[in-house]
């Protein structure tokens, strides 16, 4: 393995391998990517793919707006067919709060160039009759999303930064990180030392414990989230949106001829992916209640994964200040697959020291130390 490096950079997940590709392609030379298990077995191969632009802040509404340049043409950039589904996201509203809340998000999203569509209860069931409207007081549903497969999406950033020189190390875990005088001067893994001025934590769940490491406190924890999957289900014709009821923490889409099913969400951070299938019962009572016709379905699998979960729930990003060197790439809070690409290019171009094409100085963790946090109306809903 190498003894010096230009950038080293700490997780093999889908942002650390965007990062990774996005240096390439801006000529950087010397990239070394860590990752202690196998690329993308955190938190990336566990989540559900979603792609979408409603969100409820203009700093998220940016990273997906970015981000769709690159999903839209991905097989073209990587040669990889992402299978993009742009099945759109219906988004269900229950209470006068949420409703009152989601037409506010639609007319910031509209200032983007965004085609949200509110619906009320009554057009939701035109559109959509196998849902359980009489309790909603409305939805709004974009076209422009959908879902996307983790895996292929980090093939091709994978493919990409390894044409571009990368070298890539899977089973290799970071043990230390080292700094001089406040700069970034080594790394030590389990084979061995790499000097380096540049070291970035793209570590998913375990962000907290690879800032450690630097000395720096990451307000990052990782929470399980549980999802199953139905075996063949012909009930519900397609297209089927990705539909997520907000009141229930609760969503559903197509996958392959069944259906992919959310659970719960731990209260208390964890490193537990285990499976806890008494979460069915919770499973089949939000799925029957909101879709009837779902009493039909057979449940025959499931798997968990960790979310990495900030105070605000927002990404923590940027080069930490007082430590020259160290960059973080963290605290995505569920969104850290669909805006991978537009993440990956700006923080290249930080490191680089190139102007960031998208500002992200709101992101940075003095914002924790300060009392500048990002406050959404609603808790972000997490894919």
Request: charged share 20%.
């Amino acid at each position: 393995m190498e003894k010096t490096a230009d950038i080293v950079i700490v997780g093999g997940g889908i942002i650390g391998a965007s990062i990774a590709y996005h240096l390439v392609q801006k000529g950087a030379k010397g990239i070394v990517l860590l990752e202690k298990g196998m690329l993308g077995e955190g938190s990336t191969g566990k989540c559900a793919g979603g792609i979408r632009a409603q969100f409820s802040t203009e700093i998220n509404i940016r990273f997906s707006l970015e981000s769709l340049k690159t999903w839209n043409n991905f097989e073209e950039i990587t040669g990889v067919d992402l299978g993009f589904k742009r099945a759109g996201y219906l988004f269900l509203a229950t209470t006068e709060a949420e409703w009152s809340i989601f037409r506010e998000n639609s007319a910031l999203q509209h200032q983007f160039g965004i085609h949200v569509e509110l619906l009320s209860p009554k057009e939701i069931n035109y559109r959509w009759p196998y849902l359980k409207v009489d309790d909603l007081t409305g939805g709004t549903f974009c076209s422009l999303d959908g879902y996307a497969g983790p895996y292929e999406a980090l093939s091709g950033f994978v493919k990409g930064a390894r044409q571009g020189g990368v070298k890539i190390y899977e089973g290799t875990e970071v043990l230390e990180i080292y700094q001089k005088n406040g700069k970034i001067s080594s790394v030590r893994t389990a084979k061995g030392d790499i000097s380096s001025p540049i070291v970035v934590n793209a570590a998913g769940p375990y962000a907290e414990e690879v800032g450690k490491m630097a000395g720096v406190e990451v307000p990052v924890q990782p929470y399980r989230r549980q999802l199953f999957f139905t075996a063949p289900f012909p009930w519900i014709p397609d297209p089927i949106p990705l539909v997520i009821d907000f009141h229930r923490a609760w969503y559903f889409r197509r996958e392959g001829a069944g259906l992919l099913i959310s659970g719960p969400k731990d209260n208390l951070p964890s490193f537990n992916v285990n499976v806890d299938f008494a979460a069915m019962v919770e499973v089949a009572e939000n799925s029957i209640y909101r879709v009837p016709i779902m009493e039909k379905a057979e449940i025959n699998s499931g798997w968990a994964g960790s979310y990495e979960i900030s105070p605000d729930n927002h990404a923590i990003l940027g080069e930490v200040p007082g430590v020259e060197g160290f960059f973080l790439a963290n605290g995505f809070s569920g969104h850290g697959f669909q805006h991978s690409p537009a993440v990956g290019r700006v923080m290249a171009e930080l490191i680089i020291e190139e102007k960031p094409s998208i500002d992200i100085s709101c992101l940075s963790i003095d914002r924790f130390r300060k009392g500048q946090l990002i406050r959404e109306p609603l808790t972000a809903f997490k894919e």
